[in-house]
């Protein structure tokens, strides 16, 4: 692939560790729920990765590292074996379609989770349930009560972060993103309003960044640390999320971590302009992959890029977007000639299963 590097800074080969990257665009990890009932990755999914194969890193979807940790229905699993084969077949085809390193986000949902979907009661820090209905296979229903996770729970679920991130590396990833964002299991240890709890791994600080610190050792010292990224998202209020300590948690998050030498830290929705952005860039010593906040209801015209290219000026290394990726399979290409892009197809057919709102959007030519 040549790009003609003089067109935007986005467009720039670029270096993650070992890896030599084609650009510095990744693509953000999306749930589309394309996998079978089970988890197993499908060759839809295949398909829809090889697609986008021209980003310089692809990171893919959210997937769960046991039972109880299933958000939604159809999401992605890395538990078993056939888990890894499913994933092993489209890391090869994004391969055989020239693409650059994979890595895969894992995540456990915690309270965001639904006995109709698991057929297990989702733990979390505190028995605080999400305030929102949640999708089943039912539809959307009320969320339930979550068992606060004992001593025991936390053990385990630190171990299967570790195994996932194996089995990982055998399916043809180049690592894992721990997913300690958007109010999913790790950030609601994170927290206050999420974490009420009285041991270690509450109250403080110091404790609540506990949890994610210790999913992050656990995978590094199963993979490496090269090979362990982490996600956060600082302030962004989801899943009834509030961080009204973000000032504090996340530079203590980071200076926890710093040290370590992972392959990336990776900011969603990051501010360019915010003070915490400024100092988060400043602790973080290695690669930081941050991912602009574009507007809410639909993508603009120029794909993301002014918003993408703001952020390197103010020190990001690598940029990740999400929708924008979504709806344009040739997303660097158009980039680089300056072709329109398609806008999102409404809700993004997440719980629709098939190619439609998925593998069809067309390329520009
Ligand atoms: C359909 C969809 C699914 C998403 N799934 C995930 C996910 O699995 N993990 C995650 O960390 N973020 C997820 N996100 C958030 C994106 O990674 C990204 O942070 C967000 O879309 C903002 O970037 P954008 O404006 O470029 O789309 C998802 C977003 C969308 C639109």
């Known amino acids: 692939m040549t790009y003609d590097t003089t067109t935007s800074p986005l467009l720039r080969p670029a270096r993650l560790g070992d890896h030599e990257l084609a650009n510095r665009l990744v693509m953000a990890p999306m749930t589309r729920n394309r996998a079978e009932s089970d988890g197993t990755a499908t060759p839809l999914m295949a398909e829809y990765y090889a697609q986008r194969a021209a980003a310089g890193l692809i990171i893919a979807e959210a997937s769960t590292p046991n039972p109880v940790g299933q958000t939604y229905p159809n999401i992605a699993a890395l538990y078993t074996d056939a888990h890894t084969t499913g994933w ?25 989770g639904h006995p109709d979907t698991s057929g297990l009661t989702p733990i979390a820090p505190s ?3 999400l305030p929102e209905t949640i999708h089943t296979p039912a539809g959307r229903r009320a969320a339930v009560t979550p068992r606060e996770m004992n001593a025991e729970d936390i053990r385990t679920t630190v171990r299967d972060f570790a195994a996932t991130a194996r089995r990982a590396l055998d399916a043809g990833f180049a690592g894992v993103e721990v997913h300690s964002a958007n109010g999913y299991l790790l950030h609601q240890f994170l927290a206050p309003n999420t974490n009420r709890r009285r041991d270690a791994y509450g109250g403080s600080v110091e404790n609540r960044i506990r949890f994610t610190t210790e999913v992050v050792d656990a995978v590094v010292d199963a993979i490496g640390a090269d090979r362990t990224g982490l996600r956060i998202s600082p302030g962004h209020t989801v899943n009834g999320i509030t961080d009204t300590d973000a000032g504090l948690l996340y530079p203590a998050l980071l200076e926890a971590n710093a040290d370590k030498g992972l392959a990336y830290l990776h900011i969603a929705f990051a501010a360019p302009a915010h003070p915490l952005f400024a100092r988060l860039r400043e602790i973080w010593p290695g690669s930081l992959i941050a991912n602009p906040v574009l507007p809410a209801d639909q993508i603009p015209a120029d794909g993301g890029r002014e918003a993408a290219e703001r952020l390197l000026d103010v020190g990001a290394d690598l940029i990740a977007l999400g929708r924008p990726f979504l709806a344009n399979p040739d997303l660097v290409e158009r980039l680089r000639t300056g072709a329109p892009v398609n806008a999102v197809r409404a809700r993004y057919a997440m719980y629709t299963g098939g190619p439609t709102g998925y593998t069809d959007y067309p390329t520009h030519n």
Request: hydrophobic residues 45%.
């Open 88 to 112: 092993r077949r489209i890391t090869d085809a994004v391969r055989a379609a020239g693409g650059g390193p994979m890595f895969l986000q894992v995540q456990h949902g915690g309270r965001v």
């Open 127 to 129: 028995p605080l349930a």
